[in-house]
């Protein structure tokens, strides 16, 4: 699967924004998805995650109440919506998915084996 990115850019603290990731294949539903991102100077960290049915969703602490991943697999999209941006999560965000993710990988970047090319947030202050 192919995934593209979209939607980053620049906003003031206390706005909002929201990505999508587009997939191809026909087998989109079949695959658990994930946003990380990545600040400059600083590892890859886990966002949110969504299960192939949309049934389950996983937030870091960081972002809980804020952010809100969701998919839809009609459109082989999954989108995160994210509100009252801080500075703090000014960063390049990256979508991934994962076919055979357990559920003690689906924070961690080892349960994907897809990635898209990140997407520019920047939050001023």
């Known amino acids: 699967v192919q995934l593209q990115a979209s939607g980053g850019g620049l906003v003031q603290t206390g706005g909002s924004l929201r990505l999508s990731c587009a997939a191809s294949?026909?087998?989109?539903?079949?695959?658990?998805v994930a946003w990380f991102r990545q600040a400059p100077g600083k590892e890859r960290e886990f966002v949110a995650a969504?299960?192939?049915?949309?049934?389950?969703?996983y937030d870091a602490d960081s972002v809980k109440g804020r952010f809100t991943i969701s998919r839809d697999n009609a459109k082989n999209m999954v989108y995160l919506q994210m509100d009252t941006l801080k500075p703090e999560d000014t960063a390049v965000y990256y979508c991934?998915?994962?076919?055979?993710?357990?559920?003690?990988?689906?924070?961690?970047?080892?349960?994907?084996?897809?990635w898209g090319q990140g997407t520019q947030v920047t939050v001023s202050s």
């Open positions: 294949g026909r087998t989109f539903s079949t695959y658990n």
């Open positions: 969504i299960r192939r049915n949309g049934g389950f969703k």
């Open positions: 991934a998915a994962g076919a055979h993710t357990i559920l003690s990988q689906m924070r961690r970047m080892e349960g994907y084996d897809y």
